[in-house]
Nanobody, 125 residues
């Protein structure tokens, strides 16, 4: 089971961290992806972190602003979001797969097997 948390309301330019906690299994052996879905829009890839040590991947619009990391001892993956913009407003979802992914597949929804319930992030202008 995946539990995303940490969303909230923040002003433009502010920072927020969301986390994805897993129960059961060996979380360190899973690739974890972050996706977001804004109202009326399709779910889109944000970032991902690979298994174990964790190579990270980012969509272009968040590069340099978002950082994905993992604490395998706590079975948790974090998404640190800085310099937030109103267009970052969305429900953020985490997802996992036991497979290693490459740049092209890490951003694909179909690459992931398990999904959390999402957490709302709202950036006010």
């Amino acid at each position: 089971q995946l539990q995303a948390s940490g969303g909230g309301l923040v002003q433009t330019g502010g920072s927020l961290s969301v986390s994805c906690a897993a129960s059961g299994g060996t979380f360190s052996s899973y690739t974890v992806g972050w996706f977001r879905q804004a109202p009326g829009k399709e779910r889109e890839f944000v970032a991902a972190i690979g298994r174990y040590v964790g190579r990270s991947f980012y969509t272009d619009s968040v590069k340099g602003r978002f950082t994905v990391s993992r604490d395998n001892a706590k079975n948790t993956v974090f998404l640190r979001m800085d310099s937030l913009k109103p267009e970052d407003t969305a429900v953020y979802y985490c997802a996992t797969t036991p497979r290693s992914l490459i740049t092209s597949t890490a951003r694909m929804i179909v690459s992931y097997d398990y999904w959390g319930q999402g957490t709302q992030v709202t950036v006010s202008s």
